[in-house]
């Protein structure tokens, strides 16, 4: 069972940016996707982005249009989410997400998520 913790949430000032952290309980297969989803107050939890071990296959959700990044630190366990031009509509508890896989298409999510976070509130002020 594999135990995730965010880290960096808070409150930042529209345009501004802010870094989330994940940190993994072990180093498995149940790491080898990892990721971040976000929900907001009266919303359903979104996908946001979520990159294999390696890096190469990195997946956004449609709404992120090249303001995220996504990167891992697989010594540390770790994956992060830079957000930069922050927006209030970027207001949500983000969620960390690890599993085997990703499965997703046309920046839907479709499945592979096994294990979460409880979430870290990231608050978007205009």
């Known amino acids: 069972q594999v135990q995730l913790v965010e880290s960096g949430g808070g409150v930042v000032q529209a345009g501004g940016s802010l870094r989330l952290s994940c940190t993994a309980s072990?180093?498995?297969?149940?790491?080898?996707?990892m990721g971040w989803f976000r929900q907001a107050p009266g919303e359903e939890r979104k996908f946001v982005g979520a990159?294999?071990?390696?890096?190469?296959?990195?997946r956004w959700g449609d709404f992120v249009k090249g303001r995220f990044t996504i990167s891992r630190d697989n010594a540390k366990n770790m994956v992060y989410l830079q957000m930069n031009y922050l927006k209030p509509e970027d207001t949500a508890v983000y969620y960390c997400?690890?599993?085997?896989?990703?499965?997703?298409?046309?920046?839907?999510?479709?499945?592979?998520?096994?294990?979460w976070g409880k979430g870290t509130l990231v608050t978007v002020s205009s």
């Open positions: 990159t294999t071990r390696s890096g190469n296959n990195t």
């Open positions: 072990e180093n498995g297969s149940g790491i080898d996707a």
């Open positions: 997400a690890s599993g085997p896989r990703i499965i997703t298409m046309d920046g839907q999510y479709y499945g592979g998520m096994e294990y």
